[in-house]
Every structure is written in C-alpha cells, then in structure tokens.
C-alpha cells in the first residue's frame, strides 16, 4: 500500500493520511473496482445531464464513449455530475448561474482526486462555466462539446433553432403566420439533440474552445448526432490520460495569445455577442483583461468568412461538412499567434502544416473573398457607453451605422411588455428603442436586448430599428441591436438617465453611442436616481454584491485573478 495512485490525491481530512486512503480504497471497492484498476491515473468525467437540458439529451453516449477511451489509454474514468445550465428552462436567466456553475466546477474539481478532467457540455453557459471552472482549479482539464442539431422541415423549408424561431416570431407578431402555423413551426425547429443548429452562442463557445487550444481539433462543429462525435469522445477520453501524465494546467494553454487567437475566430464566423462577454470571464481567470477597443483593432483587420445564420443563410452541419475551425483558421493563418499550443501538446503552426482536402467555397470563404471585409463585432463608446458597449456589426443593417434618433424609452422588462404592442405607443421607424435595467444587477442581464420591433410598426413592415439596452441578446438572433452597455443602469450607468425625447445618435465609423445632453444635464439627473433594493438572501444576494460589469465579464469579483 505504499505506492502513491491516482486515489490518494487530494486525501479527506481524517486527521491520517495514510487511513484516508486505506478508507477511500475500500469504500472505492464496494463499486466494484479491482486494486489492479484503482492503481491507475484517474481522468474525472464532469457530466452536465439535466431532464431540464435538451441540449445534452445525448451525455449518456458521450460519457461512455469518453469511458471507453480512457480505459483504452490505461486510465480509469470516474464520471461525475455538476448544475446543469438547460438554457430555455431557467429563470429569470441562465446567465445569472454560469457562475455558480463555474464555482460548483471549480470546487468539485479540485476536491475529488483525478489527474485530468474531461467537461462534457455545449449549452451556452456551459461551455464557458465550465472553462472558468476549470482555470480556476488548475487540474489539466480538456473540453467535450456535445455538438449541434441537424435542422428539421416545414412545408419544404429548412428550419434550426434558434434564429428561424424568432423569424417565424416576428412573422407571427406581424400577422404574417397563423396561429395553426406557429404551433406546426414549433414542432419541428428542433428535431435532434443538441445544441442550437446555428452560430448561437453555444456554437460560437463551441469554436472558441477549439480555437482556444482547450478541445480537439476539429471537434466544434460535429453534429450531435453524427457517429464522429462519438469517435471525438473516445479519443478525448485518451488524450485526458496523457495529460494527466503531462501535467499540463489550463492557465499553460488559455493566454493572452490564445485568446486574441479566439477574438480572430469569433469575428471571422460572425459569432455570438455573447462571446465577449465569456471570453472576457475567462480572460479573468488567468488575470487578464479583454480590452474592448483590442477588439476593435482585431474586427477591422480581420474578415467575416463564414456564412453562417443568423448573419447567413447555412447552418452547423454546413460548417462541418465545409471544413469547420479547421478552415477558417488556415484562412485566418497570418492573423494567428502560430506558437500556441492545445491540449495535445501541438502547436497551432504544427496543425495548419496540411491545408484541409475541400472547403466548401459557398460556407467558408478564403481570406482574399470574404463575405464581409471587417470582422462581426465591435465595440462602441461615449457618454451613453463609458466602459463599452457591443454591436454585432454582421447582423444590423447598414442602414443605422451613421443615425440620430429619438429614444422610445422602457424603464424595465415589464414596461417593455405592457407597453410595446399598445397601439397607443408613440414610436416612428427611426426612433431608438432603450430598454433600461436589464442588467447584470438589474435583472439578470437576459437576453431581452433583442427587443421586438412594436407591432403598430411590424404590421406596416417595418423589420428593423436601433435598439439599446444594457441586457444581453441570444447568439441566434439578428438586427441593429445595441447590447451590454457599461456601467448599467442599476448602478447609476448613463443608460439609465435617457428620458423618453431625449435624441440619442449611433455612429459605426466613429465607434460611439452618445444621447446629445450636457454632462452637467446627465449629472443633474444622476442625482435624482433610486438604487433598486438588493436582494436579502442567498445566491441571488451573492450574486448582486459580487458581478462584476459587463466589460469584466460579468464574472464575480473574488474569483477573477489578480
């Protein structure tokens, strides 16, 4: 009993070492397990499983195929279960737990003896809590997305969550799709497990780890369903073996290079706003900061190259079967911190040496013929937006990059919803919609920054308008949407001081986003404002006395490093 084993890390405290690991062995044999097969390195499995969780309906699949790989490579795999974030199932959001979420990782990971650890998960929150969690833990740690849906039929027309749902929304809000129509739309957007079929946000964080050197290569953008997700699992489950043997921590793979290698990706595939805001919180884990006008020196050198919904017209089996990551980083190869390594060991450099066999020219564009010659996203700044706010470039239309208008102005969610179909409400095409309070503080930061374009003004066919607010929007949706302005209202940001007239005006070329008031107007007005109680107990109080802004991530202020 003297050689030290996978088991005996981190022993419980019993006040003697060597009966925490006579006792945990023992115990570890009532499971069944041989003392042959508990001396060999152990790879954690965290599993994210819900009956609340379509997107990982398939985890049971994937988890044995993880299995089955690391036994192969001489490992013994220990599955275990952390919150599950199921992204539509989950009030008022699933953003307000993606940090409970990490933590919960975090802790687990570094409770439980194992040598490596694989992070089986794809919803939208999952994926970056569960790579915050595992920077914070320090234990090498690889990343398994669960892969997006194939997309379903109606009437002819291919349908994937989520971006034709709200298409389809929008239509019937206008009175364009009956109400027998919406209910048959609602049975086949989402046909398949996984996540949604589009370049939401859980695709994007898909590409982002991979990009990020914390996934296999290739491995983003499998189907959910595809037999080669299964392939990836297994294989996954191998390389976690020799990373537990290599020692390699996260924070050795996730760097300020590799993360501006991701911000690369993220524009060139038009991907989730979103993906600022977790990037960011990652970002933090490894003590640094994702500077926004950094990401604005990157959107305008580098190109939009895949044509993906919802800035496009394909969807994720599409980017699969034309190329992936894989493509897109060798079209982006001159732009790219070449010397970063994944968790295989391999350096960026090494594995764009062979160019990929077919790309499909339609999906992913060369560098020379993008489809847009500056990158997705950006960020704007002034006296309404002092710490940033984002605008993905790739979905608004053109047609507001340069606009002044008056602001329609909702003071919260509920406002928004009692008022933005009254046919009374005074709104014009050029107005600026403003919603208030839908903040990280404020309300959770819901994805409510998509607002909907007021009926009175769907019905005459109007599709698109400038909408600011201090919430998030979905990665599936589209349109001139102004989001995550900083600091936000609840703690006294300039959003919240905009009154209904007041003209506010949108400027792309000069990356600002002013409402045209003196400063001493604005200071006259903070004065007037009441704080929002806090809340009295639990996570919610935790989470409100600990968020941090948006530009931060949104991460909880003790768990960035310093």
């Keep these: 009993m003297s050689r030290r084993t996978g088991l005996d890390e981190r022993p419980t405290n019993y006040g003697d070492p060597a009966f925490a690991r006579y006792l945990r062995r023992s115990f570890a044999k009532s499971m069944g397990y041989s003392g042959r097969m508990l001396d060999r390195p152990i790879v954690g499995i965290a599993t994210s499983a819900s009956g609340f969780n379509n997107c990982h309906r398939l985890t049971p699949e994937l988890t044995e195929a993880v299995t089955r790989g690391v036994l192969g490579a001489g490992g013994l795999p220990l599955e275990f279960p952390t ?115 589009v370049m939401g946000t859980a695709s994007t964080m898909a590409c982002l780890a991979e990009a990020l050197g914390m996934s296999l290569a290739g491995s983003a953008a499998v189907p959910a369903v595809h037999a080669d997700r299964l392939r990836i699992a297994e294989a996954t489950g191998a390389e976690a073996v020799r990373l537990s043997t290599a020692g390699t921590p996260p924070d050795s793979i996730v760097t300020g290079r590799s993360i501006d290698n991701a911000l690369r990706v993220l524009l060139a595939v038009g991907g989730s706003t979103n993906a600022v805001i977790h990037l960011a919180a990652i970002a933090g884990r490894v003590g640094l900061s994702l500077d926004l006008r950094r990401l604005n020196d990157l959107s305008d050198s580098t190109p939009v190259l895949v044509d993906l919904k919802p800035t496009g017209q394909h969807y994720m089996e599409d980017f699969h079967a034309a190329g992936g990551v894989g493509a897109v980083l ?129 019905r005459a066919g109007v599709k698109d308008m400038v909408r600011v607010s201090d919430a998030r929007m979905s990665g599936t949706a589209f349109g001139t949407v102004i989001l995550h302005v900083s600091p936000e209202c609840a703690v006294g940001g300039p959003l919240g001081l905009v009154r209904p007239g007041d003209r506010i005006r949108v400027s792309v070329k000069e990356r600002r986003l002013d409402v045209l008031l003196t400063d001493r107007e604005l200071e006259s007005r903070r004065s007037a404002l009441v704080r929002p109680p806090l809340p009295s107990r639990g996570y919610a109080q935790l989470y409100v006395r600990s968020v941090l802004g948006a530009e931060l991530g949104c991460d909880f202020d003790f768990l960035r490093r310093p």
């Design 330 to 458: 060798h079209e982006l190869r001159p732009l790219l911190n070449l010397e970063c390594r994944s968790v295989t060991g391999q350096t960026l450099e090494e594995r764009l040496r062979d160019r990929p066999s077919f790309v499909d020219r339609a999906v992913i564009r060369s560098f020379d013929e993008p489809f847009q010659r500056t990158g997705g996203l950006l960020a704007l700044f002034g006296n309404l937006a002092p710490n940033g706010a984002i605008l993905k470039r790739s979905a608004a239309d053109a047609r507001f990059f340069e606009h002044e208008g008056r602001a329609v102005v909702f003071t919260s969610l509920e406002d928004l919803a009692a008022r933005i179909d009254d046919p009374a409400l005074d709104v014009r095409p050029d107005d600026v919609l403003v919603l208030q309070n839908a903040g990280p503080i404020g309300a959770g930061m819901p994805e409510a920054g998509y607002l909907p374009i007021p009926s009175t003004l769907a």
């Design 83 to 197: 919150i599950s974030l199921g992204e539509v199932f989950l009030s008022p959001t699933s953003f307000v737990f993606r940090n409970l979420m990490a933590m919960d990782v975090e802790e687990m990971i570094r409770a439980q003896p194992m040598g490596a650890v694989v992070l089986v998960g794809g919803c939208d929150k999952t994926v970056p809590a569960q790579l915050m969690g595992a920077i914070s833990a320090g234990v090498p740690a690889i990343q398994l997305v669960v892969g997006p849906m194939m997309t379903g039929r109606y009437r002819g027309e291919r349908l994937g969550a989520c971006t034709d749902c709200r298409r389809f929304w929008a239509r019937y809000r206008s009175g364009e799709v009956s109400e027998p129509e919406i209910a048959a739309v609602e049975d086949t957007l989402a046909v398949t497990a996984g996540t949604c079929a």
